[in-house]
């Protein structure tokens, strides 16, 4: 039946046979080995128990699947072991990793290692209860983003990683205190260069041993959902790198990727792109994203460049492309893929969410897909993040000339279920930090910095901050070193993290700031074009308008006293934040807690008030 559900395309849990699987058969203890690779005419089980010696322990090939299986006795849990693989024409090819090692020797080495299932005691049953609550778009959503081996590491211990068990204890407390709800991991995937960030992986079913065992990362899991937060995974099913040991030639055919290279190639990052029209490739990544969710609990994946994934001719010049059927650049067996990879995911994990890093205008990445669309939960908001970043590296004398790059996000908000990131693309590659980017001298940076963050949580669509961001980290990220937790001793970097706690808090308690973030009943318009003083300002609605709150951004350099502006409703509004009081590093300037309203007809509205706006800031008000 395995071998049937695999050639159909329809097989589940290939991670359960596939791969090294220690077992008692007939009463004898071994392993279980089999790996997928029709063409080649011979393949053999190589490892610690056998001296590396393929002809000992020869494979045995099911013709109707192309899969080659072998039982050996006696292997003891920990050994390593690849496959030892000739092509058709019987030449040997360079060892290979196992595709579904459930873990792999640490980098540089690439042996694959046996792994004995073991349960797990989760205790996480009241979380994977609420997380489908949690993922919902009408929930607060906070991202930390952070790649694991540069946010904090132990200099005392030659400058070691921390390990999945410290991380279960430092990082999630950190998530914890800052008032996060999920925390994305970029790519713990194994994968052979620390370079790549772990976006060039070659396990797809083993997590890196950078920082501990698959237990270890089990463990860390486990103590997130104990603390209310969820584990996104970024993952990668659109490339793969091109190590002899990995994917690439498995069986001395393109066997994971396309032959033709005008397909097959991506010449911007030097990896081969996976063969989704393929039956058993496309299933084998649709296994590995529910071995994630299922044996890990993974809460969510977000899919790494799906605008790479559908065109046919991205980063690809004229002539470097072959178009579909139809003349186009849409590439309908990756679309498939996609729409299938959702499917299967929200049918089969409850509470599970998946989320699209998509940097153009392909249209309905989240729309579901008995409608046409991909089916993806979310995508990421990338023209709000270029617009709003350009916007704010301009000098406050400019400003006024480019209003527009605040206001244009708002006329496409509600066309997908928007994530907005400041992500780590953001502060690498000469593009400068979030605070680095900033003009003016540094209380003026930082009043830029803490005002950005109070137009995104005030903005509609779900936040995510790459680590470092939530206290104004002024070096670009550099995945080699540390972050720099030293900046908390200066008091600007210190008000920044306070912001960004005070902004959660705020966000998840505040039902204007969420529940209707995918729809534009929760938005309206005040001002979005005075150009006369660089101000912005709108309502945010809760479901039904049952409450409100407004908003209003100084996005000049200079304090503006008695600016009017019309209000949904006649009363006392209450200042809930400040981005400029002294609690964030700021002057302190502003409305001594609360505004009440006059009867002067402004902005379409027969009630206005008179606000401070100080320079370079956010004021939310509440009635």
């Not at 299932?117 to 205790?123: E, G, L, T």
């Not at 920082?211 to 937060?229: L, M, N």
């Not at 309203?597 to 800031?617: F, K």
Request: net charge negative; with cysteine; charged share 20%.
């Amino acid at each position: 039946m395995d071998a049937y559900l695999f050639a159909e395309g329809t097989h589940k849990r290939l991670y359960d046979v596939l791969g090294a699987h220690p077992m008692l058969r007939d009463g004898v203890d071994g392993v279980a080995f089999a790996v997928w690779a029709p063409n080649a005419s011979r393949v053999s089980v190589v490892g610690d128990f056998n001296a590396w010696d393929g002809r000992r322990d020869p494979m045995y090939l099911r013709r109707e699947c192309g899969v080659w299986e072998l039982f050996i006795p006696g292997i003891p849990d920990g050994a390593r072991y690849k496959f030892e693989l000739a092509d058709s024409y019987g030449r040997l090819l360079p060892l290979k990793s196992d595709p579904f090692a459930r873990a792999n020797e640490m980098r540089p080495a690439n042996a694959s290692i046996v792994v004995k299932a073991r349960a797990f005691d989760w205790h996480d049953t009241d979380w994977m209860a609420r997380r489908g609550a949690a993922a919902q778009r009408d929930a607060a959503i906070s991202i930390y983003e952070v790649h694991l081996g540069s946010w904090k590491k132990v200099p005392e211990e030659a400058n070691r990683f921390l390990t999945y068990r410290e991380f279960a204890d430092d990082l999630v407390k950190h998530v914890v205190g800052l008032g996060f709800t999920h925390i994305e991991l970029m790519p713990v995937t194994e994968h052979p260069f620390d370079g790549s960030w772990g976006y060039q992986t070659t396990g797809l079913f083993a997590p890196t041993s950078r920082y501990g065992s698959p237990a270890d990362f089990q463990t860390f899991v486990a103590a997130a959902h104990r603390a209310g937060i969820g584990v996104i995974l970024d993952w990668v099913p659109g490339h793969f790198p091109t190590d002899a040991h990995g994917l690439a030639l498995f069986d001395g055919t393109h066997l994971y990727e396309h032959a033709d290279t005008r397909v097959g190639y991506h010449r911007e990052w030097g990896t081969l792109v996976y063969n989704l029209g393929r039956t058993e490739v496309a299933e084998i990544l649709l296994n590995s994203a529910l071995f994630w969710l299922n044996e890990f609990h993974v809460d969510g994946l977000r899919v790494d460049a799906v605008s790479s994934i559908v065109y046919l001719d991205y980063s690809r010049e004229p002539g470097e492309w072959l178009p579909n059927v139809y003349g186009g650049n849409e590439n309908f067996e990756a679309t498939a893929f996609l729409r299938r990879l959702n499917e299967t995911v929200y049918g089969d994990v409850p509470g599970a969410m998946t989320i699209a890093e998509e940097s153009t205008a392909f249209p309905g990445v989240t729309t579901p897909t008995y409608a046409g669309g991909l089916g993806f939960g979310y995508k990421w908001n990338m023209g709000w993040m270029h617009d709003t970043l350009a916007f704010f590296e301009r000098d406050p004398i400019y400003r006024p000339y480019h209003l527009d790059d605040i206001s244009f996000g708002l006329v496409y908000a509600w066309s997908e279920n928007y994530v907005l990131p400041l992500s780590h693309d953001e502060v690498v590659h000469g593009k400068r930090s979030i605070a680095g980017r900033m003009p003016g001298w540094p209380d003026d940076r930082f009043a830029n910095v803490r005002l950005l963050y109070g137009l995104m949580y005030a903005h509609p669509g779900k936040k995510l901050l790459f680590a470092g961001a939530e206290f104004a980290q002024e070096r670009e990220w550099d995945f080699n070193v540390s972050l720099d937790w030293h900046l908390l001793e200066n008091p600007l970097n210190a008000g920044v993290q306070t912001l960004v706690g005070d902004l959660n808090a705020l966000y998840r308690g505040t039902a204007a700031l969420h529940e209707r973030d995918a729809t534009a009943e929760g938005f309206t318009w005040i001002s979005y074009d005075d150009r006369a003083n660089s101000v912005v300002a709108f309502v945010r609605w809760s479901a039904g308008h049952a409450s409100h709150l407004v908003a209003a951004f100084n996005l000049s350099g200079r304090q503006i006293g008695g600016y009017r502006i019309g209000v949904p409703e006649a009363g006392a509004y209450r200042e809930i934040l400040n981005t400029d009081s002294a609690r964030y590093g700021g002057r302190d300037v502003g409305n001594l807690g609360m505004v009440r309203t006059e009867n002067i007809p402004m902005h379409g509205r027969p009630q206005s008030m008179t606000l401070t706006l100080p320079a370079l800031s956010a004021i939310w008000l509440q009635p």
